[in-house]
């Protein structure tokens, strides 16, 4: 039997004749390559730059948000936890476990193939390059859209302040929580009147900032689009 063979497991003889396949026990002993390594490294830096650039959020949980939908990360992301192992696996989820329907063909391919890889031989190394680059790629996309978002909020929080007085401002600090708002909302959060929020909405849009969602005549929903945008989500998900 080859290395790569025994490293994944092996059959083993059933009571009925037939072989069954015995996993090897886990964690699998990993030979760290330069490549692989520099892989790791780079996951690191990128995750680093991602928790720095997220503390500047009101809630973070707003940028997970579209990766957790896109990426079908609630497979693993139950399980996230502090170590770095537990940690790369929450990842995992994020950045290359993505649900196969939205994958392209090539993609796939890869996918399920490296994870044959892994089941069959024991490939562990190679999965776990691939992994690492898929964490590091997706940890420095979000980087760049936190930036954004953090951008945004203030520029909008010094046009609000400058056009549209306290309550707009104030409605601006709570997009970082939550692009999605109500007039009833609003004011409940703030503890103004109805009228005095419904001001406020009416000035973002006016400044572009917010718009209505829908043709509901009570209960409006409004949304600040550009936030949705350098999430990259769309608007029709959230409606």
């Known amino acids: 039997m080859a290395d790569d063979e025994r490293r994944a497991g092996r059959s083993v003889p059933t009571s009925r004749g037939a072989p ?33 650039e997220g503390g500047r959020l009101p809630n973070p949980h ?24 537990e ?10 476990a993505r649900s196969p ?5 090539e993609s796939r391919n890869d996918y399920y193939g490296r994870l044959r890889g892994v089941g069959e031989r024991g490939e562990w190394e190679q999965w776990l390059e691939y992994f690492l ?6 940890g420095e996309d979000a980087v760049v859209r936190a930036a954004r978002i953090h951008d945004l ?3 909008w929080w010094v046009k609000a302040s400058m056009a549209g007085g306290r309550v707009a401002a104030a409605v601006v600090d709570l997009l970082g929580e939550n692009p999605f708002f109500t007039a009833t909302g609003l004011a409940s959060r703030l503890g103004v009147a109805y009228t005095t929020s419904q001001r406020a909405i009416e000035k973002l849009e006016a400044l ?32």
């Open 153 to 155: 909020l203030g520029e």
């Open 133 to 138: 680059v898929g964490v590091a790629r997706q």
């Open 101 to 105: 329907d939205d994958l392209r063909e």
């Open 20 to 52: 069954a396949f015995l996993p090897a026990p886990l964690p699998p002993p990993i030979s760290w390559s330069p490549t692989l390594l520099r892989a790791l490294s780079d996951a690191d830096r990128a995750l680093g730059r991602l928790a720095g």
């Open 208 to 239: 572009g900032i917010a718009m209505r969602i829908g043709d509901a005549k009570r209960d409006r929903v409004y949304c600040a689009r550009a936030l949705l945008e350098a999430l990259g989500e769309p608007l029709e998900a959230a409606r």
């Open 62 to 85: 707003l940028l997970i948000r579209p990766f957790v939908r896109r990426e079908a990360a609630s497979r693993v992301g139950s399980r996230a936890q502090a170590t770095l192992g």
């Open 87 to 96: 940690l790369l696996a929450a990842e995992a989820g994020a950045a290359v």
